[in-house]
């Protein structure tokens, strides 16, 4: 059975890369090729994480690289959509349970309240909530691929 990987925003910037926001670009490519190479995983692009990478592609200044940055995420969206490997879609619905687990703290032991007094964002917090009702409908082993310390303590 092959393992499942969310990618969190922070990897994802490398990875397109995203100007300014992809100063690990070559390693996490590296990284990336390495996994190709070694696994058959399968590779999640939560919501949380096309939300907020479109939102940073939105954002760089100059209007020739935003443009050829957008061009290559909306390949990779499309890659998803058809289900070419190595991603995989995951269809999430924004509802009350996805809600009350996120408040709830997806499955960490930990509320909302408790991880925001410790610094994860709620944007983490979804991607968490997200991997965690992936593994609940699948029973599918699910991990987190991030940059960031905090979500990082959840996953690979």
Not at 56 to 69: E, L, S
């Amino acid at each position: 059975m092959p393992k499942v990987v969310f990618v969190d925003t922070s990897v994802l910037c490398n990875l397109l890369p995203v100007p300014g926001l992809d100063q690990q670009a070559s390693e996490i490519s590296a990284q990336m090729a390495d996994r190709l190479r070694e696994d058959d995983a399968l590779y999640v692009l939560p919501i949380t994480t096309v939300i907020e990478t479109g939102n940073h592609i939105a954002q760089i200044k100059n209007g020739d690289h935003r443009r050829k940055t957008a061009d290559r995420f909306s390949q990779m969206l499309s890659l998803i959509i058809e289900k070419k490997a190595p991603w995989t879609l995951h269809d999430i619905a924004w509802n009350r349970t996805f809600l009350e687990m996120l408040m709830a703290g997806a499955g960490t032991g930990t509320s909302y309240i408790d991880h925001a007094s410790a610094g994860v964002g709620t944007g983490d917090l979804c991607i968490l909530t997200e991997c965690y009702q992936y593994q609940q409908r699948t029973k599918m082993d699910a991990t987190i691929w991030s940059l960031d310390q905090a979500l990082a303590a959840y996953g690979t």
